[in-house]
């Protein structure tokens, strides 16, 4: 019986950790890749210096990639071209990405097309806006 309460504890000391998503293959185990929850969780610990609600419930964050390499690529806009945020906000959610387990590299690209409008923002961060 402790052969397999050791098997056991062996088996939870190689789990990955939260957010990072791993698999036994024939070859060996491969390395835990980054799930897109985790991704939407790091992007929504960005803040906006002007307003009080994170980025990913503001509606900036358009598209999230994950390659089969565990390389992430995040598509994200501004609320506008002059955004006073517009050269720290890119490098807060690259590196935000980056501290998740599992991930590789990310990219972040700024795209203009389709242009940000309130209308894309959550129901949460409405709420919170006052701009219902």
Not at 84 to 98: H, W
């Amino acid at each position: 019986m402790g052969e397999v309460r050791q098997a056991v504890n062996d088996a939870n000391a190689k789990m990955p950790e939260p957010g990072a998503v791993g698999s036994w293959t024939p070859a060996g185990e491969t390395p835990p890749r980054p799930s897109e929850d985790a991704i939407i969780g790091a992007c929504a610990t960005v803040y906006d210096p002007e307003i009080p609600v994170n980025i990913y419930e503001l509606g900036l964050i358009y598209a999230i990639e994950i390659g089969d390499d565990a390389r992430v690529k995040v598509e994200m806009t501004l609320t506008a071209p002059g955004c006073p945020s517009a050269q720290e906000l890119p490098v807060q959610v690259r590196e935000a990405v980056l501290a998740l387990p599992g991930v590789a590299d990310c990219d972040v690209d700024v795209v203009w097309d389709p242009p940000w409008h309130p209308g894309r923002m959550s129901d949460d961060a409405r709420l919170s806006l006052n701009m219902f």
